[in-house]
């Protein structure tokens, strides 16, 4: 019954290393979200994408990239890793226009040292 | 700016007690989620409110929605330890807005 899988639960990686969190979901959504959420601060919206190839800026997308190149996956790249990245990282899907609830993937914990 | 207003942010609340959250957004479409998240977890979809007047009752709680004062309220009935979470309003706007959450705690 899974929904929407990311690539790890728990990820440690070096400052200014390249990370890739990718994000699979099998409903045929069209629509894919990354936030990350930070104590205190809540879940904030970092990318997200409409369609194949398409991708929006949300709100806090410095230091972060986004690749759609199939409908089922979602990738969130951190060009260069800093510790202010580390975070829980929560990646989503909805179908487009038809009001039906986003489901989320199991989160990802990102620690940068 | 598009916001979603949660309050309380914390709610700390005797068991068999009632309780409500409320949540306020600033846009005019009028589709609302509240998700449930256990610490360290995902988060777990609880009610779908597309349309004025929706009103969604499981178990102990009960979710609505009001789009004229752009208003939802999610009333917890006799709470129990087991309700112990962060509730968090989601607007959709085509992007997913979240309110803060509520985190609640149930104790004997």
């Known amino acids: 019954d899974v929904k929407v899988t990311q690539s790890s639960r728990y990820l440690v990686k070096r400052t200014g290393e390249k990370v890739f969190l990718e994000c699979v979901q099998d409903m045929d959504h069209e629509n894919m979200f990354w936030y990350r959420q930070d104590p205190g601060l809540g879940l904030r919206l970092i990318y997200f994408s409409y369609d194949v190839k398409m991708k929006e800026k949300g709100d806090i997308p410095e230091g972060y990239s986004v690749s759609r190149e199939k409908k089922e996956r979602f990738s969130l790249i951190l060009e260069s890793a800093s510790t202010n990245q580390t975070s829980m990282y929560l990646c989503?899907?909805?179908?487009?226009?038809?009001?039906?609830?986003?489901?989320f993937g199991q989160g990802t914990r990102l620690t940068v040292v | 700016e598009l916001k979603v207003e949660q309050n309380p942010l914390f709610l700390s609340m005797q068991e068999g007690k009632n309780y409500t959250i409320y949540c306020n957004y600033s846009?005019?479409?009028?589709?609302l989620y509240w998700y449930r998240q256990d610490p360290g977890k995902s988060l777990e979809s609880l009610f779908v409110?597309?349309?004025?007047?929706a009103v969604k009752q499981e178990g102990r709680l009960m979710a609505s929605l009001d789009t004229k004062a752009r208003l939802s309220t999610l009333h917890i009935t006799a709470a129990v330890h087991d309700l112990s979470a962060t509730y968090f309003c989601?607007?959709?706007?085509?992007?997913?807005?979240f309110g803060t959450g509520t985190r609640l705690q149930v104790f004997p």
């Open positions: 409110l597309l349309s004025n007047g």
């Open positions: 989503a899907s909805s179908p487009y226009g038809t009001g039906d609830e986003a489901f």
């Open positions: 989601v607007h959709n706007t085509d992007k997913l807005i």
């Open positions: 846009t005019t479409s009028d589709r």
